[in-house]
């Protein structure tokens, strides 16, 4: 595309083309003033007008429009990572705007934004080098421009605030008037990145860039797609997990207001309606009989007995150091416990869908999706039309943690529009969401440790039987017996021991599982930071004592700790029936310790009245976003921690909606505080997801202080605590 | 056919009665800002002013809202920001965005019938669930629109 046209009316103007759909855009009141706009998706053109390279474009008034190659799901990557490369670009932030990178230029033009898929939180971590280079090679482009145009040399010229200046002569240009030059430079060599002593922006607050169309319902999520002639589909999974629509009675709803079509559908059958509501309705009302096979003779009772009994082995050794066997026979004193969490849902607040319009030739899909790249594929591969020919337009997630990692509704909806050769948007109600989740896993851990005569761990043995993630989502077989993510926090567990042993058996069950905010840290850690309570509690030490002791030599811990316990207030007295508890955690490059202030009345209902977090990852981009996402983490665990619990009975979910489904509100949210002690060096840590992991042992370890009771199973709400 | 009163506007819409006004919002008219969230007034996502007053949508049939005054959040702050979504910005609240639309709702009515809400109203009141964990700054949030209010 050589013509320069408008990003929205090229692509209004194709579809007509292809086939008379036009996309409707509601212009928004604040459209010109937000640095996002309600449609956050970005061009199809494999290149643009005004492009520096695929990251940057110069529009001629001076507006920075960056592309983002990770999806916005709250984390504020959108503007954590526009920072990044305007560290670099030496622009004005207050004129950056920012649009989601095209999946299919990254399929087409050798995967030039990297890897879209955004999880572990990995954004910052893994593309901040590449998006300070794209910002450094950009602003040396548009300086050589300068520097050609005044016949100077382009190190006697400095580009600052969105502009390049010749101060020996006084000269200067907006980056607006030299795009066009700066797209043609060809660099002999690739500019050096900052290092960040030389930061400007990054490190500083940063009000995020999606606020204000978040404050106003005209941000557009994959639910708000609305395009001409669009039908509505409502999907009905079969209950049990693995099973098959044998029939259905179509007869039952055909005459219904508004029917269109009932399609089968991956695991499934789907009612297509002029509505949603009605399509929903509809979808409620069809007699379905379901081939629910061997697994509807399940529940969660037996799996609990399967992975209790699987920790007597055999198991498959994960992390070894030293001799433990030998330790712990040799230790005076053994202490050992049973740890226990249920399967969790993610439940976003935004329940799954995708819009698909398929043709033979082209596949356009509206969703919300952590992994534009693999919808891409996955939309290709099921419509059977050549990816270079799709186009995944990725909306603002509402939520993701990490749910929307693999789209099982973006496959139900592409089989509907190609069964019915309409644009569909496919839509499941928060029933099908909750019971047909792919789940954090249940597990079960046996931790063992030996204590000296001075109380201190001579030899740690931990056992964990848990679902593996990698079978169940089909991405192998992990056949060596061990998944790092089944093993996090246990393999590197940072406390001094002389002898170490970890071993592991992934042990899946039809319930299908996958990556939830924290992945295996979410149990482990819960394992991990309890046991060393308890050991604390056996050595007749300070919890805070105890870890500072088992934590010598690793500097960047004890100085959390130490932070920690100073905001927190360690050791200060509280009201009888409140405690504090304490938990550290390292998971996804950051160190995150957690106090929570914990309050058990006498009936036995926990409060959490405050939490107080200090923060190790290294580096900040955006203060405020780690706060928010701190703040986040926090409540995600704690709801878990007190609610969460998906149970299995006949092979099907038991748990359907947040009557049953509970999620922490207001009324259950303690105050919460980030502190920083950040060792810097050549850390940078992710930030999305390690405040979650020591909520859960921090609120269990103040109960025990409080109740005398420890807490080995999850959730509390299943605990006796009254007195 | 219904007559509806939207945003100020008046809807004649050909519709089963007992269609709920939720997706009378989205499907039928297109303001898409009222979200489904759970479908049994659990979560408050789709919150609205029904007469003035925070109601759950996806709870209340078309027929039920004939003759009174339904108001979305495309229509709080139609003519300039709504001293809630001002505060929400001052804030900075949002995450994934998805249930703010509701909350903000949910708090523009709490203030309209109480203009200095306390932490113990706030906690009986403002029940929409976030699961981004945006509760502490919703709560900073409602007091700032409180003072923002009365300047």
Same mark, same amino acid.
């Given at each position: 595309m050589n013509a320069i046209v408008s990003r929205r009316s090229f692509?209004?103007?194709?579809?007509?083309?292809?086939?008379?759909?036009?996309?409707?855009?509601?212009?928004?009141?604040?459209?010109?003033?937000?640095? @996002?706009?309600?449609?956050?998706?970005?061009? &199809?053109?494999?290149?643009?007008?005004?492009?520096? /390279?695929?990251?940057? #474009?110069? &529009?001629?008034?001076?507006?920075?429009?960056?592309?983002?190659?990770?999806?916005?799901?709250?984390?504020?990557?959108?503007?954590?990572?526009?920072?990044?490369?305007?560290?670099?670009?030496?622009?004005?932030? +207050?004129? #950056? %705007?920012?649009?989601?990178?095209?999946?299919?230029? /990254?399929?087409?033009?050798?995967?030039?934004?990297?890897?879209?898929?955004?999880?572990?939180?990995?954004?910052?971590? $893994?593309?901040?080098?590449?998006?300070?280079?794209?910002?450094?090679?950009?602003?040396?482009?548009?300086?050589?421009?300068?520097?050609?145009?005044?016949?100077?040399?382009?190190?006697?010229?400095?580009?600052?605030?969105?502009?390049?200046? =010749?101060?020996?002569?006084?000269?200067?240009?907006?980056?607006?008037?030299?795009?066009?030059?700066?797209?043609?430079?060809?660099?002999?060599?690739?500019?050096?990145?900052?290092?960040?002593?030389?930061?400007?922006?990054?490190?500083?607050?940063?009000? $995020?860039?999606?606020?204000?169309? %978040?404050?106003?319902?005209?941000?557009?999520?994959?639910?708000?797609?609305?395009?001409?002639?669009?039908?509505?589909?409502?999907?009905?999974?079969?209950?049990?997990?693995? !099973?098959?629509?044998?029939?259905?009675? &179509?007869?039952?709803? %055909? /005459?219904?207001?508004?029917?269109?079509?009932?399609?089968?559908?991956?695991?499934?059958?789907?009612?297509?309606?002029?509505?949603?509501?009605?399509?929903?309705?509809? #979808?409620?009302? @069809?007699?379905?009989?379901?081939?629910?096979?061997?697994?509807?003779?399940?529940?969660?009772?037996?799996?609990?007995?399967?992975?209790?009994?699987?920790?007597?082995?055999?198991?498959?050794?994960?992390?070894?150091?030293?001799?433990?066997?030998?330790?712990?026979?040799?230790?005076?004193?053994?202490?050992?416990?049973?740890?226990?969490?249920? =399967?969790? +849902?993610?439940?976003?607040?935004?329940?799954?869908?995708?819009?698909?319009?398929?043709?033979?030739?082209?596949?356009?899909?509206?969703?919300?999706?952590?992994?534009?790249?693999?919808?891409? %594929?996955?939309?290709?591969?099921?419509?059977?039309?050549?990816?270079?020919?799709?186009?995944? =337009?990725?909306?603002?997630? !509402?939520?993701?943690?990490?749910?929307?990692?693999?789209?099982?509704?973006?496959?139900?909806?592409?089989?509907?529009?190609?069964?019915?050769?309409?644009?569909?948007?496919?839509?499941?109600?928060?029933?099908?969401?909750?019971?047909?989740?792919?789940?954090?896993?249940?597990?079960? @851990?046996?931790?063992?440790?030996?204590?000296?005569?001075?109380?201190?761990?001579?030899?740690?043995?931990?056992?964990?039987?848990?679902?593996?993630?990698?079978?169940?989502? !089909?991405?192998?077989?992990?056949?060596?017996?061990?998944?790092?993510?089944?093993?996090?926090?246990?393999?590197? #567990?940072?406390?001094?021991?002389?002898? @170490?042993?970890?071993?592991?058996?992934?042990? /899946?069950? =039809?319930?299908?599982?996958?990556?939830?905010?924290?992945?295996?840290?979410?149990?482990?850690?819960?394992?991990?930071?309890?046991?060393?309570?308890e050991l604390a509690h056996a050595a007749g030490k300070d919890p805070l004592d105890y870890r500072r002791a088992l934590l010598a030599g690793k500097p960047d811990f004890l100085a959390v700790l130490d932070k920690l316990a100073d905001k927190g207030e360690w050791g200060k007295a509280l009201p009888v029936g409140s405690a504090r508890g304490l938990a550290i955690h390292e998971s996804f490059g950051t160190i995150v310790g957690e106090i929570a202030e914990v309050a058990v009345s006498k009936s036995g209902e926990v409060r959490v009245e405050r939490v107080v977090a200090c923060v190790d990852c290294g580096h900040v981009v955006n203060p405020l976003n780690v706060e928010m996402q701190i703040e986040s983490a926090v409540l995600y665990g704690l709801t878990a921690a007190l609610f969460g619990e998906i149970t299995i009975k006949k092979g099907a979910v038991e748990q359907g909606n947040f009557d049953d489904y509970q999620i922490a509100r207001m009324a259950d949210a303690p105050t919460i505080e980030t502190h920083f002690a950040l060792s810097g060096g050549g850390k940078w840590g992710g930030i999305g997801e390690p405040g979650t992991p020591p909520i859960a042992p921090a609120i269990a370890n103040a109960i025990f202080t409080i109740t005398g009771k420890r807490i080995r199973s999850l959730p509390l709400k299943n605990a006796a605590l009254g007195a | 056919m219904l007559s509806l009163s939207i945003n100020g506007q008046a809807h004649e819409l050909d519709i089963e009665p007992e269609t709920p006004v939720l997706w009378v919002l989205r499907d039928e008219i297109g303001l898409t800002g009222t979200k489904f969230g759970c479908g049994i007034a659990q979560c408050g996502a789709c919150t609205i002013h029904v007469d003035g007053v925070a109601t759950r949508s996806c709870q209340f049939s078309a027929g039920d809202a004939v003759g009174k005054r339904i108001l979305t959040i495309e229509g709080l702050g139609a003519a300039h920001l709504h001293a809630v979504q001002t505060a929400w910005i001052e804030n900075d609240v949002p995450q994934c965005g998805y249930c703010q639309s509701g909350q903000i709702m949910a708090a523009a009515s709490l203030l309209a019938q109480n203009p200095s809400p306390s932490d113990a109203d706030i906690d009986a009141e403002i029940t929409n669930i976030c699961r981004c964990g945006t509760y502490p700054r919703i709560r900073a949030a409602i007091h700032r629109a409180a003072a923002l209010a009365k300047l």
């Open positions: 692509i209004a103007a194709s579809l007509s083309a292809a086939g008379g759909l036009v996309v409707m855009v509601a212009i928004p009141r604040f459209a010109s003033a937000v640095p @996002l706009g309600p449609e956050p998706w970005g061009p &199809e053109e494999l290149t643009t007008a005004n492009e520096v /390279n695929a990251f940057v #474009v110069v &529009e001629p008034d001076g507006t920075i429009l960056l592309r983002i190659a990770k999806s916005e799901m709250g984390q504020g990557v959108m503007t954590s990572l526009a920072m990044i490369v305007a560290e670099e670009l030496e622009c004005d932030f +207050a004129k #950056v %705007k920012v649009e989601y990178a095209s999946a299919t230029r /990254n399929f087409m033009d050798g995967g030039v934004y990297g890897d879209m898929q955004t999880g572990g939180s990995s954004s910052v971590r $893994r593309s901040r080098v590449s998006l300070q280079q794209a910002g450094a090679s950009a602003r040396a482009r548009l300086i050589s421009a300068a520097a050609t145009r005044w016949g100077v040399a382009p190190i006697a010229c400095v580009a600052r605030g969105g502009s390049v200046f =010749h101060e020996a002569s006084g000269r200067s240009a907006v980056y607006g008037q030299l795009v066009g030059d700066a797209a043609n430079v060809s660099l002999r060599e690739e500019p050096a990145i900052k290092t960040p002593e030389q930061f400007r922006l990054i490190g500083q607050r940063q009000a $995020r860039l999606d606020t204000p169309v %978040k404050v106003t319902g005209a941000a557009k999520f994959g639910i708000d797609t609305r395009l001409p002639g669009m039908v509505y589909a409502a999907v009905a999974n079969c209950p049990v997990f693995g !099973g098959k629509a044998k029939s259905y009675d &179509e007869a039952a709803i %055909k /005459n219904k207001r508004g029917f269109i079509a009932v399609v089968p559908v991956e695991n499934g059958v789907a009612v297509v309606a002029d509505r949603f509501w009605r399509a929903k309705e509809m #979808v409620a009302a @069809l007699p379905i009989v379901w081939d629910e096979g061997a697994a509807a003779a399940t529940d969660s009772e037996k799996f609990r007995a399967d992975y209790r009994a699987a920790l007597d082995g055999p198991l498959t050794n994960a992390a070894k150091r030293g001799d433990a066997k030998s330790a712990l026979a040799a230790s005076p004193k053994i202490v050992e416990a049973l740890y226990e969490v249920p =399967h969790l +849902a993610h439940a976003p607040m935004e329940p799954l869908n995708a819009t698909v319009h398929w043709r033979p030739d082209r596949i356009d899909a509206w969703i919300g999706t952590q992994s534009a790249d693999a919808a891409l %594929k996955l939309a290709a591969e099921v419509g059977g039309v050549d990816p270079r020919n799709v186009f995944i =337009h990725n909306c603002y997630l !509402g939520g993701g943690f990490g749910r929307r990692a693999v789209n099982d509704e973006l496959r139900q909806a592409v089989q509907v529009s190609k069964a019915i050769a309409k644009p569909v948007k496919l839509v499941w109600t928060r029933e099908q969401d909750i019971q047909h989740d792919r789940y954090r896993p249940q597990a079960a @851990l046996r931790l063992k440790a030996g204590l000296g005569a001075d109380g201190m761990p001579t030899a740690f043995d931990f056992r964990t039987a848990v679902g593996s993630i990698t079978r169940s989502l !089909g991405w192998g077989a992990a056949s060596s017996g061990v998944e790092p993510s089944a093993v996090e926090g246990l393999s590197n #567990v940072p406390y001094l021991a002389s002898a @170490l042993n970890v071993d592991c058996l992934l042990k /899946n069950t =039809h319930v299908p599982v996958m990556f939830w905010r924290s992945v295996g840290s979410s149990q482990n850690a819960f394992a991990v930071e309890s046991f060393i309570d | -």
